[in-house]
């Protein structure tokens, strides 16, 4: 029986009823990668470790509520004895001592983590075409990106190669790949899952979360990747739901706002048709629309671009070529050390980042772009408390348009950051926001975003799930209509 | 922001430009500062800047110690070491 697109309920029903052993899903999943090696949405398989936990969960079965499922993890969590890059040549020769708690929380829970997925170098991309490891493609059409900056892990499952993937998401990363390569995918409220283990980019953005086939698939591997976490000092500490357990009660009533200052008339319209029918279909399901303003929403763009920029140049500081990760050959001093190895090891966009960081803090500019984009910040967080009073959930279009074809964007960095227009204010509000497939533009899928109140995940999962249990857009794969 | 401009934050970001790229990243950074610059047009009198989305004070725990000493482990993932330190060029003659 084949396991390619099944999801992680269908293939938890496979085990329990012995249509397959562990040991066969892990073989058929590395069958599955090597099949699609193509894509290159891997950068290190996780082989021998995967079958040895498939035979011992053969031999001893496990009561872990993902015991078995396969799961491609995005390489910028640490994993413990396990190359982790970040898509990075500074990071080509590290190896973890200690795996990120939300790696060791889906391990618990039973996940085989069989590989790490390609990505964005640093995270810092929106079409996977930034990592040091090639350019991912998508298995929706011969080069189209995947859309970044997880874009391995939304081509793995996009290809039905694996049921779930982790990713993060700093402006956009889990959610705009999950649009272009027709997956869903959640990105929690900020200090939902631990950060720690996970390669800093912009730390008060940064939110790791599931990637997968449906909502439904993202309750049950949220479930497992929240926890309170010491080692982590934004991590928060309340009370953690089963983020199954209102999948399917009904949606009547529910209010969803649409935010006025999002201009769809800029969008094509096969796009604004695809989210028009969107509209009317949750209106069928007994939803209400509201509409709301967010005034300083225009202005989230320029100020992630100032906040992302000066985290990511005081975070990547920590790469010296002296602790770990690569160092160059023959440095006549220090000085010379930390240069050399730096300008080897990071790419051109990493580089761009880092300078404009180091800008926009430096002495004289510091209030005028780093102070002024965080009091912007609380204007854009301000505005979503508001609207919070009147609705529920807020819903747009996911992306500007369907997955685009790589090297189209030209070599302006802004074009590319626009690509994130609709999912940087939730990062930027630490909100919680997902993306799942809702229409196919010229073949290829695209993607609803939904965002929600802070910690309230359950009720986005739960209008996810009444949307995909009465459409068949998240069954589309590339070769055809799920069976 | 010009060559000069650059070539200052290149070195405080400990990064050296090529000749051939220097020209087209002080060009991108020209522009990207322009399209930052919108956000001189909102009113932020009064406005507490906002540094993280919780605002809560960092959580601190009891200061128990629950690492291991595990020195050998990330000696042996640096480039260079000896059995004790990290080692890099000579810094004092």
């Known amino acids: 029986m084949s396991i390619q697109y099944k999801s992680i309920k269908e293939l938890k029903n496979m085990l329990n009823d012995k249509d397959i052993s562990h040991t066969e899903l892990v073989q058929e999943t590395f069958l599955n990668i090597k099949n699609n090696s193509a894509l290159n949405a891997f950068i290190t ?135 272009l390569c027709g997956i869903s995918g959640l990105k929690p409220t900020y200090g939902r899952i631990s950060r720690w283990g996970m390669i800093a980019f912009a730390s008060s953005l940064d939110q790791a979360g599931p990637m997968a086939r449906t909502a439904e698939d993202c309750a049950l591997l949220l479930n497992e990747m929240c926890s309170h976490d010491e080692k982590d000092t934004t991590s928060i500490d309340e009370v953690i739901p089963d983020f199954t357990e209102n999948l399917n009660s009904s949606i009547q009533g529910l209010k969803i706002g649409l935010v006025k200052e999002f201009d769809l008339s800029k969008l094509d319209n096969d796009v604004v048709q695809v989210f028009e029918e969107s509209k009317k279909h949750y209106e069928s399901l007994g939803a209400e629309f509201i509409e709301i303003s967010l005034p300083n929403i225009s202005l989230s763009v320029p100020t992630y671009y100032v906040v992302a920029p000066a985290e990511c140049s005081s975070n990547l500081s920590r790469f010296d070529g002296v602790k770990f990760g690569k160092r160059c050959d023959n440095p006549k001093d220090l000085e010379e050390l930390y240069i050399k190895t730096r300008s080897e090891g990071f790419g051109d966009e990493v580089k761009r980042r880092i300078l404009i960081g180091s800008y926009v803090l430096s002495a004289g500019f510091y209030d005028a772009y780093y102070k002024k984009a965080q009091q912007v910040r609380r204007l854009i967080k301000n505005d979503f408390d508001s609207a919070f009073k009147s609705v529920d959930i807020i819903m747009s279009p996911t992306t500007r348009g369907a997955a685009f074809d790589a090297g189209s964007k030209g070599d302006d960095p802004i074009q590319m950051y626009l690509e994130d227009l609709f999912t940087i204010p939730a990062n930027l509000a630490g909100l919680p926001a997902m993306s799942i497939p809702n229409g196919m533009i010229d073949n290829k899928p695209i993607g609803l975003q939904l965002i929600g109140n802070f910690l309230d995940e359950s009720r986005l999962l739960q209008a996810a799930h009444n949307f995909q249990i009465s459409t068949d857009w998240h069954l589309k794969t590339p070769s055809g209509n799920k069976s | 922001m010009d060559k000069k401009t650059v070539s200052t934050i290149a070195y405080l970001s400990r990064l050296s430009l090529n000749e051939e790229n220097e020209d087209k990243i002080t060009e991108d950074l020209k522009n990207i500062i322009k399209f930052v610059d919108q956000l001189d047009g909102a009113d932020t009198n009064n406005i507490e800047p906002l540094a993280n989305p919780l605002e809560k004070t960092a959580k601190t725990r009891t200061d128990n110690v629950t690492a291991k000493n595990r020195k050998e482990v990330f000696l042996e993932r640096s480039p260079k070491s000896n059995e004790d330190y990290f080692l890099v060029p000579r810094v004092v003659e």
Do not use: H
């Open chain 1, 45 to 179: 398989l996780n082989e021998e470790e995967s079958l040895k936990k498939a035979v011992n969960l053969d031999n001893t079965p496990s009561s872990g509520s993902l015991a078995g499922i396969p799961i491609a993890q995005k390489d910028l969590f640490c994993t413990k004895d396990l190359k982790t890059t970040c898509g990075s040549n500074m990071l080509s020769n590290f190896i973890p001592p200690y795996s990120a708690t939300v790696i060791e929380n889906l391990e618990n829970a039973g996940c085989i983590s069989v590989g790490k997925t390609n990505m964005d170098e640093f995270a810092m991309g929106s079409s996977n075409e930034t990592s040091f490891y090639g350019n991912v493609g998508n298995p929706w059409g011969e080069n189209l990106v995947p859309g970044g900056s997880s874009g391995g892990s939304a081509a793995a499952v996009a290809a039905g190669i694996v049921p779930a993937a982790s990713g993060t998401d700093t402006g956009g990363s889990i959610r705009q790949p999950a649009s």
